[in-house]
């Protein structure tokens, strides 16, 4: 039985339900509105823990023809409680995923919302690099690179969302011979903005396995 909602899942809900309200102000015809309606609230059931009783307000509130923006994102914090969260990570926990990285800068916790972070992503502008820790089998990874200071309008390699992205150059030791490659990727600036427009594992899983240290080759 499901008891929570993933933050990947809490962000295509949340996507579902603002393409719902756009829906709504364009579209006049009461039916047309019913059906789109109830094709969100079908995709959006699955996902919820069925006994909830949290969930159930939050699918009869909704069931309401042109619920407004305001409306719609007041519902949406009654799932907030059902959200598996981000977890917090210390400043000593952080120094041991990048243990190479000397003045690590820490991400700026008091304005991160953990119910929509799949994984953590910070810049340190300063030195034009960017941090990323990650869930990549059963365990969270640290990934860091050079961050462009120069942003584009193109496809992201995590959220595979068209936006504003930069080219990440991560580091990785390539496997046992102890020399580096770089990969380049090009990934949203804002990494929370990033999180809110990843809607399943599969894409971060995909960037993980080509940008992470390979360890699955060691012998
Ligand atoms: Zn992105």
Partial sequence: MKTTITTY????ITQQ???LTSAYLAVNDAQIRLAIRAKTIAQITPLLPSESLDAQQFLTG?????LSRTAATKLLELLVPLVEPFPTLSTKQLSKIFRKVKKL???EWANLQLHELTYLGWNDGGNQKK????PFEDRLIGIQGEFSPQTIK??????QTIGNVALFLSTTKSSGLGTYTKKGNYICRDSN????????LETLTEFLTVVQPQRRNRK
């Fill in 9 to 12: 899942e809490y962000s295509y």
């Fill in 17 to 19: 339900v603002n393409n």
């Fill in 62 to 66: 909704l069931a309401t023809d042109r």
């Fill in 105 to 107: 800068k820490q991400p």
């Fill in 131 to 134: 941090y990323l820790v990650a």
């Fill in 154 to 159: 193109g496809v992201c390699a995590i959220c």
């Fill in 193 to 200: 903005q990033c999180n809110r427009q990843l809607t399943n």
